[in-house]
């Protein structure tokens, strides 16, 4: 019986395994991203109805605006974007509201999404250190200049 146990548990990790997120390093996030911003989250709605087709019932599709305070990636002057999140699905990012984030984003039709999330989305908490998937007591001062000697590589 130990046996059978044994082998059906680590059957469930090995199957369970595979639909884990892959954590990328911090130059593949960069390089990998279509937009990184440093912004604040002003709304969190009920996307339109044609981004919920396809989904579970118990999945979500919500728009969330981000008021952009500086960008890191471009000298494009936008003021604000909307990223798409399911609510409801365990491997995404769940934003607050009123709440500054560094972002990873990818470009999703006319909106955005958190690049390879949630590693994509990082808190900014009142010292200026970041959290996130993982924290590693990184401050947003040291993130940013990773970014952009990162950046200045891959021109």
């Known amino acids: 019986m130990k046996i059978f146990v044994t082998v059906f548990f680590l059957l469930g990790v ?11 390093n911090s130059n593949e996030l960069i390089l990998n991203s279509d937009l990184i911003v440093i912004g604040k989250i002003t709304a ?8 919920q087709n396809g989904c579970p019932p118990q999945i979500e599709v919500l728009a969330n605006k981000v008021e952009i305070t ?9 003021e604000s974007v ?12 769940s934003f607050e509201k009123d709440t500054d984030y560094l ?8 909106n955005y999404i958190v690049f ?3 590693q994509g989305a990082l808190s900014i908490k009142a010292d200026g250190t970041l959290a996130g998937m993982i924290n ?9 200049k990773k970014i952009a000697e990162t950046l200045s590589q891959k021109k």
Request: no cysteine; aromatic share 4%.
């Open 14 to 24: 090995a199957i369970g395994s595979f639909g884990m997120i892959e954590t990328l």
């Open 44 to 51: 969190i709605d009920k996307a339109d109805d044609s981004l």
């Open 116 to 118: 390879n999330s949630p």
């Open 82 to 93: 909307v990223i798409i999140t399911l609510k409801g699905f365990e491997d995404d990012v």
């Open 70 to 78: 500086e960008n890191l990636t471009t000298p494009e002057n936008k």
């Open 103 to 110: 972002l990873f984003l990818k470009k999703e039709g006319d």
């Open 136 to 144: 590693l007591g990184v401050n947003l001062e040291s993130a940013k």
